[in-house]
């Protein structure tokens, strides 16, 4: 019995996500009704409440499922090794490009403004930058090295996710680009 109420709230709650998306693309998560919500994703709105307190709420479900998924990616990562950094980077931009719309949405500040300074305070990301920037001996070049590595990449990837398909590089060729700039930055 609890395995199918856990897939019947997991399916509510796919139903509201995909419900909020979509009207995301449409207005502000402001304008976003409670009840329209509802209407759109089929549910009624005490079901809605049980689940969560706003539109807000659920934005924040969404967002941590997503930065989740791509912790998840960045797991087996060994912050050491390069190959494997690359190659997890790969298998996240590759879960971006699978999820493009929301991925968009999440990442183009559009609704959520605070998810790409949390995507880069993953504790595997920190890592990463820690062993980057680790013979840098000037605390205030490191910082600045950091950071210009974090915005860097950001913007690299936003171009990435919202290029056409055919303008867009394969995910391990767009990671292979992020980790060399990044290495160039800290080659100080």
């Given at each position: ?11 509510t ?31 009624n709105r ?6 969560y ?17 791509i ?6 990562a ?17 879960y971006i490009?699978?999820?493009l ?8 500040n ?9 995507l ?62 990044a290495?160039?930055?800290f080659?100080?």
């Amino acid at each position: 019995m609890e395995g199918r109420e856990n897939a019947r709230v997991k399916a509510t709650r796919k139903r509201l996500a995909d419900a909020l998306m979509g009207m995301l693309r449409e207005m502000p998560i402001h304008a976003v009704s409670i009840r329209e919500l509802c209407i759109r994703a089929g549910i009624n709105r005490t079901t809605f409440y049980h689940h969560y307190t706003s539109q807000y709420d659920l934005l924040e479900d969404i967002c941590r499922h997503f930065l989740r998924e791509i912790s998840d990616r960045l797991a087996e990562a060994d912050p050491e090794n390069q190959e494997s950094v690359q190659e997890q980077i790969a298998l996240v931009l590759v879960y971006i490009e699978q999820h493009l719309e929301a991925s968009r949405l999440l990442l183009n500040n559009q609704i959520a403004p605070n998810v790409a300074v949390r995507l880069f305070s993953l504790p595997k990301v920190t890592a990463m930058l820690d062993i980057y920037g680790r013979n840098c001996e000037d605390p205030q070049l490191r910082r600045s090295a950091v950071s210009f590595t974090i915005y860097g990449s950001y913007r690299l990837l936003k171009e990435w996710l919202n290029a056409e398909e055919a303008e867009r590089l394969p995910p391990e060729q767009e990671a292979a680009m992020i980790l060399t700039l990044a290495r160039r930055v800290f080659a100080l």
